[in-house]
Nanobody
Framework: VQLQASGGGLVQAGGSLRLSCVAS????????MGWFRQSPGKEREFVAT????????YYADSVKGRFTISRDNAKSTVYLQMNSLKPEDTAVYYC??????????????????WGQGTQVTVSS
């Protein structure tokens, strides 16, 4: 499984970014997908997950109402729309997936496969 994330960058507080992640190596539409992030000096943390069909999602409390995860199974791509960005959102964002279809299981058990990460920097 290969995951290629893109879309990171530098943005001012209150701004928006959309991250994309293209997956390859297996049938994309059968598996849950997620985004995780890691800030300097902190452990990697859960941001959002989406189930195989796109009809179920989970979000970390810190991003709920500001971030939206979505997927396009025809394009083997998962997205993270990030609005109202805050300096504390600054991190490397990782696309990830596991061996199941459930967004809840991916959130709880953690991923088996990781992308290379894309840097998001929010200036105050």
């Amino acid at each position: 499984v290969q995951l290629q994330a893109s879309g990171g960058g530098l943005v001012q507080a209150g701004g928006s970014l959309r991250l994309s992640c293209v997956a390859s190596g297996r049938t994309f539409s059968r598996y849950a997908m997620g985004w995780f992030r890691q800030s300097p000096g902190k452990e990697r943390e859960f941001v959002a997950t989406i189930n195989y069909s796109g009809r179920s999602t989970y979000y970390a409390d810190s991003v709920k109402g500001r971030f939206t995860i979505s997927r396009d199974n025809a394009k083997s791509t998962v997205y993270l729309q990030m609005n109202s960005l805050k300096p504390e959102d600054t991190a490397v964002y990782y696309c990830a997936t596991g061996e199941g279809y459930s967004d809840y299981d991916l959130k709880v058990s953690g991923p088996d496969y990781w992308g290379q990460g894309t840097q998001v920097t929010v200036s105050s």
